[in-house]
């Protein structure tokens, strides 16, 4: 029995039909570029979100820059968020002319801590970009009374985390704005590439509607100079069908982590999750931390069981980013778990017994009697 990592495969067959007669209604109208399938999208996306406004765009990174763009973010600004993200959070940041600054994660979470952050905040801070790593939501009560006492904007990186929740609050909504990403393999993944940004700021919304069809309200009439990030019409169509499963196959996925986390306890040098007692895991990703991370993996891809790294090497020590001057050790927390982190397969359609088996070589490894 093989257990990939992720299977695209299994979820597309699940829904074949509907996405087929949605790809059809899109031809149908020739709604290619933004138009009625995105809108619809985008309402059902802000109602899911708890957020009055939802504006469709092309990636996760598009969502994140527009959101910066949008809150005035400029040369001569600097924007805190954390180092173990995937790249595009820090590039955002670049990409305004601002400068990323970082602050060290909670061991527990993985997520921004709140107790570091005053340290770096001076003058020149202008936003703070917590990252929800994994599927699971940051502090954001914490971060919020920080960022409102310096008068810091605040923009979730919820790319990993749809349909997470902060006490009953759905990742996006807390902060001034959400941005999501719909790569295929996320939560919620588009058949292409597509992202969104969330807020219930009706300004902020109309500027990041402009910011990503060039600067216009009206066609050829433009006010401001914008881009084009425009999601395109299959993918809103696309996310419109799989919108209606999330709940469902998030439901799937803690389903998933519950058995991994009940088969490694008290495993001996495997560290599981763990679920902040203020929130809601989604799982986008089940990381585990180990010592012997690589020998593992290699271990498990010879039983046919595939796992990632999310992420190897934190943005501080990236080449891209050498530029800022930290040096190892910088931010001790994020480089250990870089170092020990194992992404175990996780997607709504995993098996039993696939769970099971990756399971039963983990522990074979770990040369505990199973
Ligand atoms: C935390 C985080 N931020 C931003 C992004 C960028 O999203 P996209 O790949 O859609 O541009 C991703 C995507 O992997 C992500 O995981």
Aim: proline letters at 4%.
């Amino acid at each position: 029995m093989k257990v990939p990592f992720l299977d695209l495969k299994a979820q597309y067959a699940s829904i074949k039909e509907e996405i087929t007669s949605a790809l059809q209604q899109v031809l149908d109208n020739t709604a290619f570029a933004g138009g009625p399938f995105v809108g619809q999208f985008e309402k059902d996306f802000a109602s899911f979100c708890q957020c009055e406004f939802a504006i469709g765009v092309g990636s996760g990174t598009d969502a994140l820059w527009m959101a910066l763009l949008s809150l005035g973010i400029g040369p001569g600004d600097e924007v805190i968020t954390t180092p173990n993200t995937f790249i595009a959070t820090a590039e955002a940041i670049s990409f305004c002319g601002a400068k990323p600054v970082f602050v060290d994660v909670d061991e527990k979470t993985y997520n921004m801590n709140p107790d570091l952050l005053e340290s770096v905040i001076n003058a020149k801070t202008k936003a703070i970009i917590p990252v929800h790593l994994f599927g699971q939501m940051s502090d954001m009560h914490r971060i919020m009374e920080i960022a409102r006492a310096h008068e810091l904007s605040v923009v979730e990186d919820a790319c990993q985390a749809h349909g997470a929740e902060y006490k009953g609050k759905r990742s996006g909504s807390i902060g001034d704005v959400g941005c999501f990403s719909f790569y295929p393999g996320k939560n919620l993944g588009a058949y292409g590439e597509a992202g969104a940004i969330v807020t219930n700021n009706a300004k902020l919304a109309e500027k990041m509607r402009m910011f990503r069809d060039h600067g216009q309200r009206t066609k050829y009439y433009h006010s401001i100079v914008g881009w084009n990030a425009r999601m395109d019409g299959f993918q809103g169509a696309i996310l419109g069908v799989k919108l209606k499963h999330l709940a469902t196959w998030n439901d799937a996925r803690r389903k998933n982590a519950q058995l991994y986390d009940s088969l490694l306890a008290d495993v001996d040098d495997i560290i599981t999750p763990v679920q902040a007692d203020y929130g809601r895991h989604v799982y986008h990703v089940y990381a585990i931390r180990t010592r012997n991370r690589d020998e593992l993996i290699s271990a498990l891809a010879e039983k046919d069981i595939f796992c990632g790294i999310h992420y190897p090497v934190p943005i501080h020590l990236q080449d891209a980013y050498k530029f800022l001057g930290y040096k190892k050790g910088s931010f001790p927390v994020a480089e250990k778990c870089a170092g020990e982190f194992v992404s175990l397969p996780m997607f709504a359609e995993l098996s039993k017994e696939q769970i099971n088996k990756v399971c039963y070589e983990i522990k074979c490894f770990l040369e505990v009697k199973v």
